[in-house]
């Protein structure tokens, strides 16, 4: 599960403190739980990984995780969501968090994957009045 977390006109990132992708800028995110929702564990992994509350807006795209030389296949669901409260503080398996700029944050994000959902999640927010 990831989460596009948006305050204003800021985007959540975090710097991933484990791999795939370690030390690259991304959304938070991770695995599910057993019995848990989609929306559950988006919200519990954004919590882990940054101290961050959301309200989550809805669903942004399911995105397949192919890296080179693994082993697995990665599944990925994509929510978008606003903060409700909480300032990002680097937790779980994350190096760093921090709200950014979307213009800032679209620069630092390596895979075009998530600046894609990114970019996908800010058009969601205005579409919907969200931001």
Not at 44 to 64: C, H, M, Q, S, W
Not at 68 to 80: F, I, K, N, T
């Amino acid at each position: 599960m990831g989460v596009v977390c948006l305050r204003g006109d800021e985007v959540l990132l975090i710097q991933r403190g484990k791999a795939p992708r370690l030390g690259q800028w991304s959304i938070p995110g991770g695995r599910m739980e057993f019995g848990e929702t989609t929306r559950a564990a988006a919200l519990r992994e954004l919590k882990e990984e940054t101290g961050v509350e959301a309200e989550i807006l809805g669903l942004i795209d399911v995105v397949d995780s192919l890296e080179p030389d693994a082993d697995w296949h990665g599944v990925l669901v994509d929510y978008v969501a606003r903060w409700t409260g909480g300032e990002p503080v680097a937790g779980d398996d994350a190096m760093a968090a921090c709200f950014q700029p979307v213009d800032e944050a679209l620069r630092r994000v390596d895979w075009e994957e998530t600046r894609r959902v990114i970019t996908l999640a800010v058009r969601i927010a205005k579409a919907g009045g969200w931001g």
